[in-house]
C-alpha cells in the first residue's frame, strides 16, 4: 500500500479555510488530519463541532479526526454525526480504552489511538487486534510546527514488530514534525500515514509539497 499523507488543518489559514480545503482536495493528499484541542488534555484549544461540520461541506476526501480531549467518551457520535471518519482518542485520555474503541466503531467510523512521546507501544497489545489505525505522537501534543522527537522512530519499529504478529493491516500514523526529509526513515521503521502541518502550509507550493511526500519511495 502507497503511504497516506494527511495534511493537518492545524496550520491552515482560518481565514481562508475553504481556499485551503479545495487545495487539499485538489491535491494528492489522501485525507484531512482535524485537530481537535480542548485547552485540558494539552494546553492549546483549536476548534470543535462548528468548523468540523464545515470543513466536512467542501472536504472530498476522509476526515481522520484527533482528539486530544480528555472523556473523548462523551464526544464519539457528535464527532462521528459531524463528520469524521477516522477518531483517534489519547490511550492517556481513556480509562475505559476497549469501550470507547467499541463505541466510536459502533458509530460507523474506523478507530485509532494515539501515542504521547513518553507512552510504551506495548501498552496496545492488548487491543491491537480492534484498531484501524495507531497515531504515534512524535512531538507532545498542542501545537504545530514544533521539532521531531527522534525516539519515535524507535516506537514506530517496535509496533510495526509487535503489528506484523497480531495485526498485519494496522495502520501506523506519525503525527508532529514530519517533513520531506524525515519521511523515509519513518517508512523504513514502519510507518504508511503521515500527517503534516508546518511541512505542508509553510511550503512555497503546499500542493507541490504534498506531491513530493507522496512521491517518496523506499524501494
Ligand atoms: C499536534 C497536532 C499535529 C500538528 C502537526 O498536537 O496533533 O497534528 O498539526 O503539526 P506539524 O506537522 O507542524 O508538526
Ligand atoms: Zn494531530
New binding site residues.
Partial sequence: MKHIIAP?ILSADFANLQRDIEMINNSEADWF?V?VMDGVFVPNISFGFPVLKSVKQYAKKPLDV?LMIVNPEKYIQEFAKGGADIITVHYEACTHLHRVIQMIKDAGCKASVALNPHTPVNLLKDILHDLDMVLIMSVNPGFGGQQFIHQSLNKITALRRMANEIHPQLIIEV?GGVSISNIDSLIKAGANAF?AGNAIFAAENPAHMISDMKKIDIT
Fill in positions: 493537518s488530519h485537530d484527533h503525527d500527517v
